[in-house]
């Protein structure tokens, strides 16, 4: 599996490589980009928990190769984990990290885009509580996450000319959150909007 990803990435390095030598008539630009997060974690053999609710925020570079071709480089915070509700309570893991997608990006047309990529994430804060209806239960306590997190970003979205864009991106965690049985891994949507500055 992390052998068809880096084939995938090899081919889409090719791609932009051949189209180098276009006319490029887009600038590259920098800009703020912020939004929702709808995270879950995935157990192997248990499959996907409930959802946590959160958001994101940072900066972005974007780079044309060509008229077509993008790369795009963030530095994001992001709200992740999962929570889980039953009869007993809300148990809720708050993962929090620091993000840093690169994005190749395929314009279609001028406005419309495509991005696949890698991203790496380093765990700044984990907190894990119990919320029962009866305050006596409540817990709230802090475990260490393995420091470094990876997975792999596909998404797309809409660009207007004025460099105001709205897209939609999956990320799927490849790396361990901890050392535990299940093998724990990121799952998060994310919905963001984002400004040229």
Aim: charged share 15%; glycine share 12%.
């Amino acid at each position: 599996m992390r052998k068809g990803y880096l084939i995938t990435i090899a081919l889409l390095c090719l791609v932009f490589t051949s189209n180098a030598q276009e006319e490029n008539t887009n600038p590259s630009n920098f800009g703020l980009k912020g939004g929702y997060n709808l995270a879950a974690v995935h157990f192997d053999g248990e499959g996907e928990t409930g959802q946590r609710h959160g958001f994101h925020i940072g900066f972005y570079g974007e780079s044309f190769v060509s008229n077509n071709f993008a790369l795009q480089l963030e530095l994001l915070y992001a709200q992740q984990g999962y929570e889980i509700k039953n009869n007993s309570g809300t148990f809720t893991q708050k993962l929090d990290y620091i993000n840093a997608p690169l994005m190749f990006k395929v314009y279609p047309d001028s406005n419309f885009f495509l991005e696949v990529g890698p991203q790496i994430g380093f765990a700044i804060s984990h907190k894990e509580t119990f919320d029962s209806s009866f305050n006596l239960f409540d817990t709230s306590q802090e475990f260490e996450p393995n420091t470094l997190d990876w997975g792999m970003n596909f998404g797309g979205g809409f660009k207007t000319d004025s460099g105001i864009s709205l897209g939609v991106r999956y990320h799927l965690g490849l790396g361990d959150i901890y050392d535990e049985n299940g093998s724990p891994k990121n799952r998060v949507w994310q919905f963001s909007i984002g400004f040229d500055l």
